[in-house]
């Protein structure tokens, strides 16, 4: 759980939690979630597993998004680099409530 709480509360880096757990791991969530889709209509099974996952998935990004927010707020270099995070977690917000709401 420690490196949980230590990313939560933006203590890991703005680069490693940019790149490392906001982009790298949801690249791999959107695959997963794709090959979960692809099977979905094979079994219903997946199509439970495949709602659960959604579900997770936004709970991750409301976490990866505080956490990234946070360290942008600790970050102590150039300070382009925390504002375009920041915008890019606005971005990504707004995109994710458009697709679950059906808009765009």
């Known amino acids: 759980m420690g490196l949980i709480a230590r990313i939560w509360r933006g203590e890991e880096g703005l680069a490693r939690t940019f ?3 906001g ?3 949801n690249v791999a969530l959107k695959g997963v979630s ?3 889709l692809s099977m979905a209509g094979q079994r219903a099974g997946f199509a439970m597993a495949l709602l659960a996952y959604l ?3 936004i709970v991750y990004q409301v976490f990866i998004s505080v ?3 946070r360290s942008a707020n600790r970050y102590e270099g150039y300070k382009g680099w925390p504002f375009m995070a920041k915008a890019v977690v606005l ?3 707004i995109q994710t ?3 679950l709401f059906g808009v765009g």
């Open 55 to 57: 579900v997770f998935m």
């Open 91 to 93: 971005l990504g917000a």
């Open 19 to 21: 790149w490392g757990w």
């Open 23 to 25: 982009f790298a791991v």
């Open 67 to 69: 956490a990234i927010w």
């Open 97 to 99: 409530v458009f697709s």
């Open 34 to 36: 794709l090959l979960l």
